[in-house]
């Protein structure tokens, strides 16, 4: 019976972000069944390493685990897309955002939704993931940066590229002739 | 404040992640500062257009019962179970005493004691399961033309679905579920507060051609008791923590019921 409740008890930790888990998965590799492959993969790795599981918050712990299990399977099935992308956005202050007048202002509220979800697709991983755990799920600074293994300050000036750059594309694909 | 330390504000402060006294100094700033306003709000706009607009995908049904069945392995496999896994022989001894019962072409589909076996053990898995993840149903309806055109275009089955509950086995709903890997529906019933799941999956292949008897075996397994028999190219499996005598009650109603001509 000790087992059961073993299991049990990993239900209803891990069993309630599942959504969280398949989100991050799916943006990640951009595939239906492989994000499932690799959700079933983390959710057996977080259930073999479950009584190293410590408390805390609870999606955290397990986007991390999903994010470690998308890496590996990425570098397994897919190893150009983990070429570095030459951008070092780490420990250097993200470039604020030009004041932009405000018919542009407009046009980027009114982007298409399925436009923007091609540009963020098109956001190398680092980028994407940033996004994903800050524009979905809501995640704090600080939960961001559990998940991602990262102090503070990293998370912040990556998430402000990740931002300029989906915006810069945006503001590419809206008006072409503005493009710097 | 000045207007150029307020850039790298805007986010930390949109984010709400920017330590209160920053924040109201900022605000102070942002009701004087026509400029800086306007930043802010371009900010604060185009995440709102991000996050209204980013693509939520939500794990599918098949994803949680393809995980569910995932897990109950691994949970069996790694715990360091009692040598005996006590299921086992009486498992075989059901599947011998069923090979030697059922004298029909029924035989070579029993004769298999590993199939026999797996799905004996995933019938209560997926019974314990059901009860245990708290989702006994996809589609909670005691309608009986509810539940059976839900499983169209889900399952390559149509399963006979009756509403027993003049006979004290209201009709709970209907799940999609997985047994042993296969597809399966599972018609969940009950009977003085004790849940029956009712699998029915198609007969295996190696199942001879006269299935018609229908006979009912029964074994025991984890103390729950679990009936079996196959019909118009169907095998079921009914489990429940109800005894013998009530749960094989049910079955020759569901069969009496589902051999009735259907207008």
Redesign the interface.
Known sequence: M???S???R??EIA?PH??A???LA??LTRNEND??DV??EA??RA??FFDGYRGGDARAWILKIVRHTCFTWLARNRPAELVPSGDDDDDR?AP??A??S?PE?LL??R?D?EL??RL?DKLPNPYREI??L???EDL??REIAEVLALPIGTV?SR??RA?ER??RAARGSVMPRLVR | MICKDV??L???YT?A?LDSDKAAALEAHLRDCQ?CN??VE??R???R???A????????D???A??AV???E???T??A?PPARTWRPLAMAASLALAIVTSSGLTAYFTLPGEQDRMVDSVVSGHVRSL??GHLTDIPSSDQHTVKPWFHGRIDLAPPVDDLAAQGYPLIGGRLDYLDRHPAAALVYQHRQHPINLFVVAASPTAGGDDKSGSISSLTERGYNVLHWASGGMAFWAVSDLDLGELKAFARLYQTRSAAPTP
Do not use: C, H
């Open positions: 000790v087992e059961q073993r299991l049990r990993f239900n069993v599942l959504d888990a398949y989100n799916r943006w994000a499932e959700v079933q959710y057996l259930f073999k202050a604020a955002g004041p932009r405000d202002t980027l509220q982007l939704t923007l979800n963020i996004l994903v800050r524009e979905i704090s600074y912040m998430l402000a931002r989906l915006q | 850039p790298d805007i986010q930390p984010d992640e400029d306007r930043l371009a900010e706009n185009w995440q257009t991000v996050q607009g980013m693509t939520r995908f939500t794990a599918s098949r994803l949680r393809r995980l995932a897990l109950a691994a949970d069996g790694e715990a179970r245990m993840a």
